[in-house]
């Protein structure tokens, strides 16, 4: 019987709440919070993630990212 395993990068997006509504510097577009994990792999499908690289908001307009510590500068008091 041939295994086949590996690893493998994969984003996941966080909980809906994370989502910062029109606060991308670049083009005003909604920014989501993704995490970046490695995940251990079995026949080329992850099966449980063995490291996270962190954290970043994502601009789904403008393709733009912001480290997850940058989000007190990201949210704007007046938007
Ligand atoms: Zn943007």
């Given at each position: 019987m041939i295994l086949i395993f590996g690893t493998r990068g994969r984003l996941t997006v966080a909980s809906p709440g994370?989502?910062?509504?029109?606060?991308?510097?670049t083009c005003q577009g909604d920014l989501v919070l993704k995490h970046n994990k490695v995940?251990?792999?079995?026949?080329?499908l992850p099966?449980?993630?063995?490291?996270?690289k962190g954290s970043f908001y994502h601009c789904n307009r403008c393709?733009?990212?912001?480290?997850?510590e940058a989000r007190q500068y990201l949210i704007?008091?007046?938007?």
């Open positions: 994370d989502t910062l509504h029109h606060s991308c510097p995940w251990f792999t079995l026949f080329f099966i449980f993630p063995i490291n996270n393709d733009s990212a912001y480290k997850q704007s008091p007046s938007r």
